[in-house]
């Protein structure tokens, strides 16, 4: 079976992350009651909030590989003992901490696994995001598998009713068997996860 795994990245400088007060209504909204209690003792509570945030959304990503029609609520999702808990599942979650950066990476069931992050220009734009963590994704399957990264394309086949589902990485074409990735951006922050099964 194919490994469970997911990312996410918070670029701490980016103006998103500066507005949220941890016990405000974002917190209420995004944490559980457990989590909010942590929240409150944490030594540096806007760090630890976006820390949730990110396992969550890693998490989220993981999860919504296997089902299509998957809901995000966020309080849905609980953080705890170093691993995000979600409908009688668990996922291990090991966080990326810099001076204005929070990456988290959830997986299960992964043999090999490899996590990237990387800085843009400001002011990249959407785009220019997407494509610098594809270039993250094909640079790390390429070290993994041995391969020419120029021979690999990550691309976002429709999955259930969406028209794009999560990424999946080709290789000539063909869809990679066994790798799976998760990429993330924001601000000027890339992340991208891969995993081997
Ligand atoms: C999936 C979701 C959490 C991504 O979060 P985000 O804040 O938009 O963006 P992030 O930077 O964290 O991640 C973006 C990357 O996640 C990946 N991604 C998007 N949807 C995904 C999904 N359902 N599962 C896994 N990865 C996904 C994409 O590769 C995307 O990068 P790209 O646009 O450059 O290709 C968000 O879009 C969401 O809540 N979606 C609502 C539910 C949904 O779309 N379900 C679809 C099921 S297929």
């Not at 809901?71 to 901490?97: I, K, M, P, Q, Y």
Request: with cysteine; aromatic share 6%.
């Amino acid at each position: 079976m194919n490994p469970c795994v997911g990312n996410d990245v918070v670029d701490l400088a980016h103006p998103d992350a500066q507005a949220s007060v941890p016990d405000g209504a974002f917190a209420r909204r995004v944490c559980t009651p457990r989590e909010r209690a942590a929240l409150a003792t944490a030594s540096e509570p806007r760090r630890a909030l976006w820390r949730l945030w990110a396992a969550k959304e890693a998490a989220f990503k993981a999860l919504s590989r296997r089902n299509a029609e998957l809901s995000f609520r966020h309080a849905a999702f609980e953080v705890e003992d170093g691993a995000v808990h979600h409908a009688g599942e668990r996922l291990d979650a090991t966080w990326f901490d810099e001076d204005d950066v929070v990456a988290c990476v959830v997986a299960r069931g992964a043999r090999r696994l490899v996590h990237a992050g990387a800085q843009l220009a400001s002011g990249s734009t959407p785009a220019e995001e997407s494509w610098a963590a594809r270039e993250l994704a094909r640079t790390l399957i390429g070290e993994l598998l041995d391969v020419d990264p120029a021979a690999i394309s990550v691309q976002r086949p429709p999955f259930g009713r969406h028209p794009a589902g999560p990424p999946v990485a080709y290789i000539d074409d063909r869809p990679l068997q066994g790798v799976v990735l998760s990429l993330a951006h924001h601000g000027r922050r890339v992340a991208c996860v891969v995993a081997v099964g």
